[in-house]
C-alpha cells in the first residue's frame, strides 16, 4: 500500500528540522523586539516600614455622591478614553476601566441601606499576585498591589481570581493617557492607592482628597504601620471589617458600618 | 497475529490536498479573525471586565484536555500492557502532540498581547499554576515526541517503557494542572472545589477517547485501510465507560454544592434559571453529550455499527463543549458574593447582577482555527511519520 513514487520532494528530516526552527524563531522574534523597562519610582524606592491602607466610613458615604470615582477618573486618565464608535452604553460600561466604583446595598433581613466605594483592597495575601504566571502582578514592599505592564502579558487569569472584581482589561485602543498612569491595550490595570503622589512624597488620594472637598470625609488614607498615623487610631476606636474576611487575605482597605 | 507493518498515510493526490486546503483555508480564517481582534482590541469580541474569558477559552481548554485525553491509548498499550491498543500508540502520540499545539494557539492568540510569548517563557512566578502549566505544556510536547521516537526507532525501543511511564504520569499532572486553573479560584462560588482536578482528568479520558476514534476512523477512510471490528468495539466500550464517569464527577459536584447552603445560588443558576446556561447544562451537556451516546454506544441496536460510532463520538465532543462552556462561561456570568446577606441596589460595575456575554464571530473562528491546526498535524504527521498500521484488521484467533 505504501507508493514511494508519492514521497515528497524534501527529505522528511529537513522537513521536521525545518518546520521547528521556523516555530523556535516565530517564538522569540517578537520578544527580540520587545525593550523591557526596570520598574522603580525614582528614590530609594517602597519601603517595608510602612504599609499603606484605607479606612472607608460607609456612614458617611453619601448615596448619589460619585466624588471619588470622578476624581480617580481624572487622576489616572480614565477619563481620556471614550466610547468607541458603534458600541452600545453597555458594552462600553462593561469593558472600560473602573478602579474604583460606588456599590449601593441594602440588607435582605432588615432594609438598611449602605453606600460605599468598591476597589482594590490591596491585600496582605493577593490573590491575583499567586495567580499570575509571568509575576506582572505584583505587591510593592509597602503594600500597594499593582500591575507591571511591562510584563503583564493580558492572560487575564488575575481577574479571574480577584474576589472583588476591582481589575479591569483594556479593550480597546489607547489614544491620550497621562504621564503617571500610562495605559495599553491588552493589559491589565487596577487602583494603585495613587501610587505616583506616594512616590513623590505625597500622603493622600485623589478618591480621600475628592471626598473631603465635598466635605463627607468618608475616606481615610494612611500607613497601617505607624501607630500614631490617623488611619491606625481610627482604626483602634471604630470597629471595620474587611470584605470577604472568610478569604484572609487580610485586606489593606476595610469598611466601618457594614 | 501477522506481523503489523506501520507506513505514512498515503492517499491520492487530490483527496489528501484537497482535505489540507480545506484545513488550511480555515485556519487562514482564524488567524485573520485573531489579527482583527488583536487589531481592534478584545472590545470587537463579546468579552467584558465581567466575562474575562469567553469562547476562545472553551476551545482553548477543550483541546487542551482532549490533547492529555488522546494520549490515554498509547497509556494503555504500554503502562497496562493491552496487546490490541499497541499497533495504536503511535497514532495517539501524534494526535495529543497535535490537539495541544491546536488549544495553545488559540490561548495564545487571545491574549492581550500574544506578542509577549517570550515574557511567558522567560518569566515565571512559580506560585502561579498558569505558569506550572506552561511548563506542563512544554513537558509534554518534549516527552511525547520522545515517547513517539522510541516507539518507532529501533534505536529508541529501549527507552519504550520509561517514556510510557513519563508521559503517563506527565499526563495525568497536564490535567491536573488545568483543572487547578479553575479549582485554584476560591472567589468564585463555581470554581473553589479540589473535585474540578480529578474531573478533568476524567473529562480528558473521555473527550481524547471521543477525538481519537474519530481521527483514527478519518484516516483509514481518507487512506482507504482496513480497520477491524474488534479494536473499535473495544474503544466504543472504553468511550461508554469514560462517558458514564463523567456523568458521575458531574453528579458529585452538583450534590456537594447543593448541600452547601452557600452554593446554593449558583446551583439554581446552573440548574434551574440561568437561562441558556441551563439549557446548555441540560440539553447539551447532559441529552447531547451523555444520554444520547451513553444510548448509542451500549444498545445491542448499534453493536458494531460505525456510523453510530462516529456519531456517538461526535456527540461526546459537542456534550463536553457544553459542559466546558457552563462550566467556564456560567461560572463567571454568576455574579460573585461580595457582601452575604446583602442586596446590591446600585452599582455602576455590574455588581449583583448576571453578567450577560454573546460570543462573537471572530472569537468562533479563532476557536475552529484551533481545530484545523490539530487535524492539519495529523494530516502532516501521519503522511510524514509512520504512525498508522497498514492494516488494523481483526486478529484471526480473536473475536469480538
Not at chain 1, 486618565?77 to 473602573?98: C, T, V, Y
Not at chain 2, 490537539?99 to 512559580?126: C, E, K, Q, S, W
Not at chain 2, 472569537?363 to 504527521?381: C, D, N, R
Request: hydrophobic residues 45%; charged residues 15%; contains cysteine.
Amino acid at each position: 500500500m505504501s507508493k514511494q513514487s508519492d514521497q515528497p520532494d524534501m527529505k522528511r528530516r529537513e522537513f521536521i528540522n525545518k518546520t521547528v526552527l521556523a516555530a523556535g524563531v516565530a517564538t522569540v522574534a517578537p520578544g527580540v523586539l520587545l525593550a523591557i523597562a526596570k520598574a522603580g519610582g525614582p528614590g530609594t524606592g517602597a519601603s517595608s516600614d510602612v504599609r499603606w491602607g484605607m479606612l472607608v466610613d460607609t456612614n458617611k458615604c453619601a448615596d448619589d455622591c460619585t466624588a471619588c470615582v470622578d476624581a480617580c477618573n481624572k487622576e489616572n486618565g480614565i477619563d481620556l478614553m471614550n466610547r468607541p464608535d458603534g458600541q452600545s452604553e453597555a458594552m462600553w460600561n462593561a469593558q472600560r476601566p473602573q478602579w474604583i466604583r460606588k456599590v449601593k446595598l441594602k440588607d435582605r433581613q432588615t432594609g438598611e441601606i449602605t453606600n460605599l466605594p468598591m476597589m482594590c483592597q490591596h491585600c496582605e495575601f493577593p490573590p491575583c499576585v499567586d495567580v499570575c504566571p509571568t509575576g506582572a502582578s505584583f505587591k510593592r514592599a509597602d503594600g500597594i498591589v499593582m500591575v507591571d505592564r511591562h510584563i503583564c502579558i493580558g492572560c487575564r487569569y488575575c481577574m479571574m481570581a480577584c474576589p472583588y472584581k476591582a481589575r479591569s482589561f483594556i479593550h480597546s485602543n489607547v489614544e491620550h493617557q497621562t504621564e503617571r498612569a500610562p495605559r495599553g491595550k491588552g493589559c491589565v490595570e487596577s487602583c494603585n492607592l495613587c501610587v505616583h503622589r506616594i512616590d513623590y512624597g505625597g500622603t493622600t488620594t485623589a478618591c480621600q482628597d475628592a471626598c473631603e472637598k465635598d466635605g463627607h470625609q468618608a475616606i481615610l488614607f494612611g500607613d497601617l504601620k505607624d501607630p500614631d498615623s490617623a488611619l491606625s487610631k481610627a482604626l483602634k476606636q471604630k470597629s471595620s471589617r474587611q470584605i470577604r474576611a472568610d478569604l484572609e487575605l487580610n485586606t489593606g482597605v476595610r469598611y466601618t458600618n457594614v | 497475529m501477522k506481523k503489523l507493518h506501520y507506513s505514512e498515510l498515503w492517499c491520492s493526490s487530490p483527496r489528501y490536498w484537497g482535505g489540507l486546503a480545506a484545513l488550511a483555508f480555515v485556519i487562514l480564517i482564524g488567524l485573520g479573525a485573531a489579527f482583527y481582534m488583536e487589531h481592534n482590541g478584545h472590545m470587537v469580541t463579546g468579552m467584558s471586565n465581567q466575562i474575562v474569558w469567553g469562547l476562545p477559552h472553551v476551545f482553548a481548554i477543550f483541546l487542551i484536555i482532549a490533547a492529555s485525553g488522546a494520549l490515554n491509548v498509547a497509556s494503555i498499550g504500554s503502562v497496562f500492557g493491552g496487546p490490541l491498543y499497541k499497533p495504536l500508540g503511535r497514532f495517539s502520540g501524534l494526535l495529543a502532540i497535535a490537539l495541544l499545539a491546536g488549544g495553545l494557539v488559540v490561548l495564545l492568540l487571545d491574549l492581550g498581547r500574544p506578542d509577549r510569548l517570550i515574557i511567558a517563557m522567560t518569566h515565571y512566578n512559580f506560585k502561579s499554576i498558569f505558569a506550572w502549566n506552561i511548563i506542563l505544556y512544554t513537558g509534554f510536547f518534549t516527552i511525547v515526541g520522545l515517547y513517539l521516537w522510541a516507539m518507532m526507532d529501533r534505536k529508541g525501543i529501549q527507552y519504550y517503557k520509561v517514556m510510557g511511564f513519563a508521559a503517563f504520569f506527565w499526563r495525568l499532572a497536564l490535567t491536573t494542572g488545568t483543572g487547578s486553573i479553575f479549582g485554584f479560584l476560591v472567589a468564585r462560588e463555581a470554581y473553589d472545589a479540589a473535585v474540578l482536578a480529578p474531573m478533568f482528568i476524567i473529562m480528558s479520558f473521555s473527550y481524547g477517547l471521543a477525538f481519537f476514534i474519530i481521527t483514527l476512523m478519518s484516516a483509514y477512510w481518507w487512506a482507504s485501510r482496513e480497520l477491524g471490528d474488534l479494536r473499535l468495539v473495544k474503544l466504543k466500550n472504553l468511550l461508554g465507560v469514560f462517558v458514564g464517569a463523567v456523568f458521575y464527577f458531574t453528579l458529585v459536584y452538583h450534590l456537594t454544592n447543593l448541600y452547601i447552603t452557600q452554593h446554593h445560588g449558583i446551583e439554581n443558576f446552573i440548574l434551574l434559571d440561568g437561562g441558556v446556561y441551563t439549557a446548555a447544562f441540560w440539553i447539551g451537556q447532559i441529552l447531547i453529550g451523555t444520554i444520547v451516546p451513553l444510548f448509542m454506544l451500549y444498545s445491542p441496536a448499534f453493536e458494531k455499527n460505525r456510523f453510530a460510532i462516529a456519531i456517538a463520538s461526535v456527540f461526546v465532543l459537542v456534550g463536553g463543549f457544553f459542559q466546558l462552556y457552563v462550566i467556564i462561561i456560567g461560572g463567571q456570568a454568576y455574579p460573585m458574593t461580595l457582601f452575604p446577606g446583602k442586596e446590591v441596589v446600585a452599582s455602576s460595575f455590574l455588581d449583583g447582577v448576571v453578567a450577560s456575554y454573546t460570543p462573537s464571530i471572530p472569537e468562533f473562528l479563532l476557536g475552529l482555527g484551533g481545530i484545523a491546526v490539530a487535524m492539519t498535524l495529523v494530516a502532516v504527521g501521519s503522511r510524514m511519520l509512520k504512525v498508522l498500521p497498514e492494516s488494523l484488521e481483526d486478529p484471526e484467533d480473536e473475536c469480538v
